[in-house]
């Protein structure tokens, strides 16, 4: 359990380093998944309620700092971020600015609604089929289920999501041992931040990120690494149980 300030300093240590490793690449999706898997962790730690509401008004006084420096001194701000993240930041608050920069949220967000509750069929999307989606085969491959299959083809990948979510807080209940609990929330964190990034990020309710969508996005690692990070879950359900 952490209770105390210096218990949560190991923990930041391990993630602050592969967090500006990856945050230098430049990644800042795949960071922000560093820190959600830390925010999972003191959640299951019991984290002191002070400790909390510190990091709580720490992170909103960023966040207010960082909007506040977009809208009163945007000079400084596009010197701080990236050119293709102050694209995406400016395309996510008014898409229909600059159509130019736009055009992949656009395009998503149209193909989507075009599948309305069924779908235009597998391999009969209009917007997919004519290349108007980029990277359908990976990141954007929530796109082609929703214009090909619908909101029904959406809900039953969502609903299968929520399916393992709900199989994995069961393992991270009935282990017997803390330190798997932790890792088993870390996944927990790790698959809810990517699988809420991906569908919102092509809905328009987020920035693009390049965030891969668990099990469904083409690419090796991403695969390699969901699929270890099932095999360490089902080892600790088979060696942590807690004895009836």
């Known amino acids: 359990m952490i209770f105390k300030f210096k218990d949560i300093l190991p923990i930041g240590l391990l993630i602050t380093v592969p967090f500006f490793i990856v945050l230098t690449q430049p990644d800042l999706g795949t960071s922000i998944v560093?820190?959600?898997?830390f925010l999972g962790?003191?959640?299951?730690?019991?984290?002191?309620?002070?400790?909390?509401?510190?990091?709580l008004v720490g992170l909103a006084s960023m966040i207010a700092g960082i909007t506040a420096l977009y809208f009163y001194d945007f000079s400084l701000f596009s010197k701080i971020v990236k050119p293709h993240q102050l694209h995406r930041i400016q395309t996510f608050l008014n898409p229909a600015s600059d159509p130019n920069q736009s055009w992949h949220v656009l395009n998503s967000i149209k193909?989507?609604?075009?599948?309305?509750?069924?779908?235009?069929?597998?391999?009969?999307?209009?917007?997919?089929?004519?290349?108007?989606?980029?990277?359908?085969?990976?990141?954007s491959i929530f796109v082609v289920i929703g214009e090909e299959f619908g909101f029904a083809g959406s809900t039953v990948l969502i609903l299968l999501y929520f399916i393992l979510i709900y199989q994995l807080i069961k393992i991270a209940m009935d282990c017997n041992d803390l330190s798997g609990t932790y890792v088993v929330i870390g996944v927990i964190s790790m698959f809810t931040l990517q699988i809420f990034e991906n569908i919102a990020m092509h809905t328009g309710l987020m920035p693009l990120t390049g965030i891969a969508l668990p099990f469904i996005s083409y690419g090796g690692s991403s695969l390699m690494t969901n699929m270890i990070s099932i095999g360490l879950v089902l080892s600790i359900k088979i060696h942590g149980k807690k004895p009836f």
């Open 41 to 55: 962790m003191l959640w299951i730690g019991n984290v002191r309620v002070t400790h909390s509401i510190i990091g």
């Open 34 to 37: 560093f820190v959600c898997i």
């Open 111 to 139: 193909a989507v609604g075009t599948g309305q509750f069924l779908g235009e069929g597998f391999k009969h999307g209009k917007f997919v089929q004519a290349g108007y989606i980029p990277y359908d085969y990976a990141d």
